[in-house]
């Protein structure tokens, strides 16, 4: 028994026949990449914005003219930090990068169990990915604010130790006392002033993300005076960080899923999950600024070839002669197939399968689940859908940036046609399988809410929607495979039964078919079998 392969590229392979073909084995879990790599930290060095001061003297006006806040460091609203950059210098943040940093005003609820509302110093690791080893560093140092009261005989000082926390995904990762702040006393223009002096301290904490895209925030537990006194210690006291990085050792990419069954999309205002899980692909839609971009993750995407499926009828030879030769079938077979993309925000087909442009035959319904860059054309007949439209428009985005990482145009669909000799022997079946070559892209939207200059004060807002296309491929060719195998004993069965006839009276006249005939019997079944009683005239003489 053979198997012949029909390639569309022409590559021989060596097959096994259609019985002895192995199951397929279960998918190998995702191990973790060798080699570690950075991972961008928005702001990380909270040098946006940069602060801006007119005093000469050196420890005057450590947060600028005015209080700024950093960006990109607190909820899903622009302005929401829960903290103060520290402008840079000897005497301010003194760091010897000579970069800014922030003081932590982040707070915990009464509990301690969870961020206070709207007071959150956060960020994410974009991209990491759930499994990934993740390695993250900071520094950090008491106050160096003036403005951080002297303890008066008799009271509970403010300048004291206060704890820090770094939590991941809400969960304690790392907490320590920050020391108490240092000041000396400096005179200018005949007026004393306390100078905080900075004591960086630098943290590197391991850990295995939970989820993808983890959450890093930074938080004060505890910002009583005493214990017995409650009252808060001023703000002016709260410790500072800096510098904050991170590498990974990413988790290998999951090739298991099925173009049907991508990870969900997941859409992000801020750093805070979005009401919707497409909304930054609609706000990418209906944006006309030119602020939305894609970004394509080469890591996690790659080209594939689906699972072999039947297209077409199947042949069935059921000649049982000795000559082999004479014994074989000879067809000419064409054979048809198509490709469509998919997208885990909707996680339906295009219906850009049919040819560029066309939807005749399909419905409202079908097309207000289509993301491709076409609307329905007007011999269609189907009136435009609005989400369509505008998921059609950041589609847009996302082509062009595959075109430019690839030098290859993204495919929505593509039609294939084949013409095929086939040559069934005896006591076989003949069939054909595709095995389509297919692309999946990892990437994301990004839509700011305004051009940006390093010199602005305003925070943007950033809407991130991260998804994954699935489609077929322009840089790989189809595998179509012309096979055939012995018929199963089921079939062997159908092959030993006579072709079923109607009955024909042996004389005339002919009697024309009555449905209501209540003769059942199969009088076909073998040649010469007596033909049962039936309610037919007699013959005129």
């Given at each position: 028994?053979?198997?012949?392969?029909?390639?569309?590229?022409?590559?021989?392979?060596?097959?096994?026949?259609?019985t002895?073909?192995?199951?397929t084995?279960?998918?190998?879990?995702?191990?973790l990449?060798?080699?570690?790599?950075?991972?961008?930290?928005?702001?990380?060095?909270?040098?946006?914005?940069?602060?801006?001061?007119?005093?000469?003297?050196?420890?005057e006006?450590?947060?600028?003219?005015?209080?700024?806040?950093?960006?990109?460091?607190?909820?899903?609203?622009?302005?929401?930090?829960?903290?103060?950059?520290?402008?840079?210098?000897?005497d301010?943040?003194?760091?010897s990068?000579?970069?800014?940093?922030?003081?932590?005003?982040?707070?915990?609820?009464?509990?301690?169990?969870?961020?206070?509302?709207?007071?959150?110093?956060?960020?994410r690791?974009?991209?990491?990915?759930?499994g990934?080893?993740?390695?993250?560093?900071?520094?950090y140092?008491?106050?160096?604010?003036?403005?951080?009261p002297?303890t008066?005989?008799?009271?509970d000082?403010?300048?004291?130790?206060?704890?820090?926390?770094?939590?991941?995904?809400?969960?304690?990762?790392?907490?320590?006392?920050?020391?108490?702040?240092?000041?000396?006393?400096?005179?200018?223009?005949?007026?004393?002033?306390?100078?905080?002096?900075?004591?960086?301290q630098?943290?590197?904490?391991?850990?295995?993300?939970?989820?993808?895209?983890?959450e890093?925030?930074?938080?004060?537990?505890?910002?009583?005076?005493?214990?017995?006194n409650?009252?808060?210690?001023?703000?002016?006291?709260?410790?500072?960080?800096?510098?904050?990085?991170?590498?990974?050792?990413?988790?290998?990419?999951?090739?298991?899923?099925?173009?049907?069954?991508?990870?969900?999309?997941?859409?992000?205002?801020?750093?805070?999950?979005?009401?919707?899980a497409?909304e930054?692909?609609?706000?990418?839609?209906?944006?006309?600024?030119?602020?939305?971009?894609f970004?394509?993750?080469?890591?996690?995407?790659?080209?594939?070839?689906?699972?072999?499926?039947?297209?077409?009828?199947?042949?069935?030879?059921c000649?049982?002669?000795?000559?082999?030769?004479?014994a074989?079938?000879?067809?000419?077979?064409?054979?048809?197939?198509?490709?469509?993309?998919?997208?885990?925000?909707?996680q339906?087909?295009?219906?850009?399968?049919?040819?560029s442009?066309?939807?005749?035959?399909?419905?409202?319904?079908?097309?207000?689940?289509?993301?491709?860059?076409?609307?329905?054309?007007?011999?269609?007949?189907?009136?435009a859908?609005?989400?369509?439209?505008?998921?059609?428009?950041?589609?847009?985005?996302?082509?062009?940036?595959?075109?430019?990482?690839?030098?290859?145009?993204?495919?929505?669909?593509?039609?294939?046609e084949?013409?095929?000799?086939?040559?069934?022997?005896?006591?076989?079946?003949?069939?054909v399988?595709?095995?389509?070559?297919?692309?999946?892209?990892?990437?994301?939207?990004?839509?700011?809410?305004?051009?940006?200059?390093?010199?602005?004060?305003?925070?943007?807002?950033?809407?991130?929607?991260?998804i994954?296309?699935?489609g077929?491929?322009?840089?790989?060719?189809?595998?179509?495979?012309?096979?055939?195998?012995?018929?199963?004993?089921?079939?062997?069965?159908?092959?030993?039964?006579?072709r079923?006839?109607?009955?024909?009276?042996?004389?005339?006249?002919?009697?024309?078919?009555?449905?209501?005939?209540t003769d059942?019997?199969?009088?076909?079944?073998?040649?010469?079998?007596?033909?049962?009683?039936?309610?037919?005239?007699?013959?005129?003489?």
């Open positions: 028994m053979s198997r012949r392969v029909l390639l569309a590229v022409g590559v021989v392979m060596a097959c096994l026949p259609a002895a073909v192995a199951a084995a279960e998918p190998t879990p995702p191990q990449e060798e080699k570690e790599v950075p991972v961008p930290v928005v702001n990380g060095s909270f040098s946006q914005p940069q602060v801006k001061r007119t005093s000469t003297t050196s420890w006006q450590i947060y600028g003219s005015t209080e700024t806040k950093p960006w990109y460091w607190g909820a899903s609203e622009a302005n929401t930090a829960a903290g103060v950059i520290v402008a840079a210098g000897a301010r943040a003194g760091r990068d000579n970069k800014q940093a922030v003081r932590v005003d982040a707070l915990l609820t009464a509990d301690g169990t969870d961020l206070e509302k709207d007071k959150h110093l956060k960020t690791l974009w991209d990491v990915r759930k990934s080893r993740v390695t993250v560093r900071f520094d140092s008491p106050t160096i604010d003036g403005a951080c002297a008066p005989a008799g009271q000082p403010q300048r004291k130790k206060l704890r820090l926390q770094m939590r991941i995904d809400r969960k304690v990762a790392w907490d320590k006392p920050v020391d108490e702040p240092a000041y000396v006393a400096k005179e200018a223009a005949g007026k004393k002033t306390d100078v905080g002096r900075a004591n960086w630098t943290v590197t904490h391991v850990f295995t993300a939970e989820n993808d895209h983890p890093v925030a930074f938080a004060l537990p505890d910002v009583r005076i005493s214990e017995k409650t009252t808060a210690v001023g703000v002016a006291c709260h410790p500072m960080i800096a510098a904050v990085s991170a590498r990974q050792r990413p988790i290998q990419v999951d090739k298991s899923r099925r173009k049907t069954e991508l990870p969900p999309a997941k859409s992000f205002q801020g750093n805070d999950p979005s009401a919707s497409v930054a692909l609609e706000k990418c839609g209906a944006d006309t600024g030119g602020n939305c971009k970004t394509l993750n080469q890591r996690y995407s790659y080209g594939y070839y689906d699972r072999p499926r039947p297209v077409g009828e199947v042949y069935e030879n000649t049982f002669g000795e000559n082999s030769a004479s074989a079938l000879r067809d000419k077979r064409k054979v048809v197939y198509r490709e469509r993309s998919f997208d885990s925000a909707t339906a087909a295009n219906t850009q399968f049919l040819d442009g066309s939807h005749a035959g399909l419905t409202g319904d079908d097309l207000s689940h289509d993301v491709s860059h076409a609307a329905p054309s007007k011999e269609s007949g189907v009136t859908d609005t989400n369509q439209a505008t998921a059609g428009k950041a589609a847009v985005h996302f082509a062009a940036a595959y075109e430019k990482v690839r030098d290859q145009p993204w495919q929505w669909s593509r039609a294939a084949r013409e095929i000799d086939v040559v069934t022997p005896k006591n076989h079946a003949s069939w399988e595709v095995s389509a070559a297919r692309e999946r892209v990892d990437g994301h939207y990004t839509v700011t809410s305004k051009a940006t200059t390093s010199a602005s004060t305003e925070e943007p807002v950033v809407h991130r929607q991260f994954t296309y699935d077929p491929s322009r840089i790989t060719s189809d595998r179509v495979f012309q096979r055939h195998g012995t018929l199963s004993p089921t079939e062997i069965e159908r092959c030993k039964t006579h079923p006839l109607p009955y024909t009276p042996a004389e005339e006249p002919v009697v024309p078919y009555d449905p209501k005939d059942v019997e199969d009088e076909s079944l073998t040649p010469g079998t007596a033909v049962g009683n039936r309610n037919v005239p007699p013959a005129k003489k």
